[in-house]
């Protein structure tokens, strides 16, 4: 189905962001999100990098900063009787002097999230490439190699790798048994295909309370109430190849009421999409009960419809919340 | 070198000449290379080779021959392609997922080529080596749309939630498709039923279909007459022209000599129906069972006060008068291996499993002791009096106590002694678990019950022949089943248990039933 401006007061706020990308939005709206709990959250387009803590570990003699710009030539400009460490390859250190091993950590948050942060000194402004079982996107690196994401767990025994520009990878793990507490779906593409998901919780109506999508995406402390569902997006860079994923978390386990969520893809038609295929993924709970994956193409209307979107409701399947 | 003889082909060969011609020469040798045929190649399904050659048109299998001329398929690239067409209401959700089922359990991998909601293709490719093995083209519209599509010869697969009329079967089997009522032409992927919805807020929990009729007929037009508050009725149905319609204007609306009344909101899909009145506490709608959404299912009350829920149970037992078997169709030709293999797989437990676990109703046939139709019972005796005596309940329960019934059940169709579809559909089922021998060992009884109109004991003879008949026809079905491993024994107790209320046909209907009992 093709329908021109879909919602009734929420297109008119965001249909300009919309058009010019965004999934940087997104990454404040993502950022926000998890403010209050992690404080080290950084709010912009770039992965959250954790950053007093590790410097102050690594380097005793550096005091903790805010702002990491230009950070080698303010650190040679507060410390006196500070030398830069002589950086030769043999050392394998960063320009920083920090050990080029790159590590992965897998920790368990609240609302069977987890959250993944990766340490890469010797890789600063990097693309790098996250899986999770079949869940892919990318991101980049800060200015001293870290990445730092919350990311949705898919199973209880919740497996990560990150992949960096130069074809290493590393891996990590964590159990997160509460998963068994939610449903949840995603959709994944690559490049600028715009898609979002839509969930309209237990009767909700477009641009009603429980209409959950990126520019609703409500959180997981509301979750954790049984308020409802939210929107995770990830892939927090826009270039041709990069990968981006949404998903969907509705907390099964918590909302006691029975219903049914339904679920619809969104494809917005611009001038990059018009006449184009989109090739994509959805992830969703198969007949045994596990996340299983399937390839999308989305054949776009043609380039005179652009402005309006493509609404697809079978993609991803309805969520049927049984009384439990 | 030999050439081979007409009559030996011909005992390989299959008619139906729907493939264009391809118009190459070709020549097929055996494997030892001592026979050898040539001809113009019609079509290739990646299995079979189909020949035009001067014994007349062959079909041979291609895993026994090689094939030599420019007109030979590339048989390490050869796509199995073929079309789903018809019900919306299947086509979206249920066939999918069983594609998706196929594929995972034939090592293949899916992709799926997106139009909108009702025009898509999938790609199944092995998981191994990445090649394309087939392409399934989604169109879906009506049962209407996708019979005539295939009568268009347009068609490989139609899905269907009414049975074909006998005018479109006859259409059918003049254009060389065969014949559509044969079971061959025919196989239930689902079971489905239709039902009435409120919103979760009304209070009204059942209806009979007398007043679901005057409802929708614009006849009763404010809640305060079935016992709800004084507020106006405002009615949601189907989209016009879709089988599950059909069926309700047919055994709801027609059967009470009513029509739609002009104030009934057609909306596009089910969803949109169950979505609309969950948000409205006065409306009520026309749905599938399959798709309630956040609505509320009504009961349908008799008015001798039986009443029926759709459930599973129920709509595999056909106990709810308006279950539906959700019917696929082939048209009398070859169809692509890869094709064949997913309507073998439809049987499947897996398939079963797949058609569960998207909220329809699968076919599995399981056993419902006696302790779960206490309500039943308990009619029997509300019903007894004057015809059925004492004795004759307590003969029944005599013998069905030690032994458990299984949702397989026959009916029969309005006013005629012939099985309905699920019916039809229940005797290969049976049959084919007696030849696995799920039942060694055990006795198997058929017991005929009649609806309550003249005499109990014509009703008990009447009933007995029914039992009898649907033995047979089981029996027949069940060719490579040892009989003397499974005793088949008929019971008749006429009107003693009836399911429904005897003042109308269609509780009469639920009422005439041979049901399957295990001990």
């Known amino acids: 189905m093709l329908i021109k401006k879909s919602y009734k007061t929420a297109i008119s706020t965001f249909a300009i962001v919309l058009t010019t990308g965004f999934v940087m939005q997104n990454g404040d709206a993502l950022a926000s999100r998890f403010a209050s709990d992690e404080p080290q959250a950084q709010p912009t387009g770039i992965a959250p990098v954790k950053t007093a803590e590790n410097l102050t570990q690594t380097v005793q003699t550096l005091a903790p900063l805010a702002d990491q710009s230009g950070l080698a030539d303010r650190v040679n400009s507060t410390e006196e009787n500070y030398s830069a460490p002589k950086i030769t390859s043999d050392q394998n250190l960063s320009a920083l002097g920090l050990a080029c091993d790159v590590t992965l950590d897998a920790t368990k948050s609240v609302g069977a999230m987890v959250t993944l942060e990766l340490k890469a000194p010797c890789h600063v402004n990097e693309t790098v490439t996250i899986n999770h079982q079949d869940l892919r996107f990318t991101s980049v690196t800060s200015e001293i190699g870290h990445v730092k994401v919350q990311i949705p767990a898919l199973m209880a025994a919740a497996s990560f790798d990150v992949t960096l520009v130069d074809g290493s990878k590393v891996s990590a793990s964590v159990d997160v048994h509460e998963v068994s507490n939610y449903d949840r779906v995603a959709v994944q593409w690559t490049g600028d295909s715009g898609l979002s998901i839509h969930a309209l919780e237990l009767g909700a109506d477009f641009g009603e309370r429980g209409h959950v999508w990126a520019k609703s995406p409500q959180t997981v402390a509301a979750a954790l109430q049984a308020r409802g569902g939210y929107i995770t997006v990830l892939g927090d860079i826009d270039f041709p190849g990069a990968k981006h994923a949404e998903i969907y978390t509705y907390p099964s386990g918590q909302v006691q009421k029975p219903g049914v969520v339904r679920l619809s893809v969104e494809a917005e038609v611009t001038a990059q999409t018009c006449s184009k295929e989109i090739q994509a993924q959805a992830l969703q709970s198969g007949v045994d009960g596990e996340i299983s994956v399937s390839d999308l193409v989305l054949s776009m209307p043609t380039c005179d419809t652009i402005g309006d979107f493509l609404v697809l409701n079978n993609l991803l399947r309805d969520l049927k919340i049984a009384q439990n | ?519």
């Not at chain 2, 409120?198 to 037009?221: C, H, K, W, Y």
């Not at chain 2, 013998?399 to 006013?415: C, I």
Request: proline share 3%; hydrophobic share 45%; aromatic share 6%.
């Open chain 2, 1 to 519: 070198m030999k050439t081979l003889r007409a009559a030996v082909l011909a005992a390989l060969f299959t008619i139906g000449m729907l493939a264009p011609a391809l118009g190459q020469d070709v020549t097929l040798t055996s494997r030892d290379g001592t026979v050898s045929v040539s001809g113009t190649l019609l079509s290739f399904d990646g299995e079979f080779f189909r020949l035009d050659s001067t014994y007349g048109v062959l079909t041979l299998d291609g895993t026994g021959v090689t094939c030599a001329g420019i007109g030979c398929p590339n048989l390490e690239s050869y796509v199995a392609e073929f079309s789903i067409v018809g019900a919306r209401s299947m086509g979206v959700v249920l066939l999918p997922t069983l594609v998706e089922m196929f594929a995972e359990q034939s090592g293949m991998r899916v992709k799926q080529i997106v139009q909108d909601d009702a025009n898509y293709t999938y790609v199944l490719r092995l998981a191994e080596t990445g090649k394309d093995v087939a392409r399934i083209a989604f169109r879906l519209s009506n049962t209407d749309g996708g019979i005539a599509e295939m009568l268009n010869g347009e068609a490989d697969m139609v899905l269907a939630t009414r049975e074909i009329t006998a005018s479109e079967a006859k259409t059918a089997y003049k254009s060389g498709f065969g014949d559509m009522k044969r079971a061959a032409r025919s196989r239930i992927v689902g079971l489905d039923g239709l039902v009435p919805v409120v919103a979760q807020s009304n209070p009204v929990e059942m209806i009979s279909l007398e007043n679901l009729a005057r409802i929708f007929a614009g006849d009763i037009t404010n809640w305060q007459d079935i016992g709800g508050p004084d507020a106006p009725i405002f009615l949601h149905h189907l989209p016009v022209d879709t089988g599950l319609a059909q069926r309700f204007e047919t055994n709801v609306m027609r059967s009470e000599n009513r029509n739609l009344a002009a104030s009934v909101k057609r909306h596009a899909t089910a969803v949109e129906v169950v979505d609309a009145v969950a948000r409205d506490p006065f409306s009520i709608g026309i749905t599938r069972f399959s798709e309630v959404g956040n609505a509320k299912m009504l009961a349908l009350r008799g008015s001798c006060g039986m009443a029926f829920m759709a459930t599973r149970r129920a709509l595999k037992t056909e106990d709810y008068p308006l279950a539906t078997p959700l019917l696929l169709y082939t048209p009398a030709r070859r169809l692509p291996k890869a094709a064949r293999e997913f309507l073998m797989f439809l049987r499947s437990p897996a398939a079963q499993r797949a058609v569960r676990h998207v909220g329809f109703v699968d076919q599995e046939v399981t056993k419902i002791g006696i302790e779960d139709q206490g309500k039943r019972f308990a009619n029997a005796i509300a019903a007894a009096g004057d015809e059925v005596k004492l004795a004759d309940l307590q003969s029944m329960i005599d013998t069905l106590r030690p032994a458990s019934r299984l949702t397989v059940t026959f009916r029969f169709n309005a006013g005629s002694s012939s099985l309905d579809a699920q019916s039809r559909a229940n005797v290969v089922l049976l049959s084919r678990l007696l030849e696995a021998g799920i039942f060694d060992g055990r006795e198997l009884m058929f017991v005929g019950f009649s609806d309550g109109d003249g005499p109990a004991t014509g009703n008990r003879t009447i009933s007995k022949r029914r039992a009898k008949a649907v033995r047979a026809a089981v029996k027949l079905a069940a060719t490579t089943m040892k009989p003397e491993r499974v005793k088949l024994s008929t019971k008749a107790f006429g009107e003693a248990l009836p399911m429904a209320c005897d003042d109308t046909e269609w509780g009469r209907q639920v009422n005439r039933r041979v049901e399957v009992w295990v001990k």
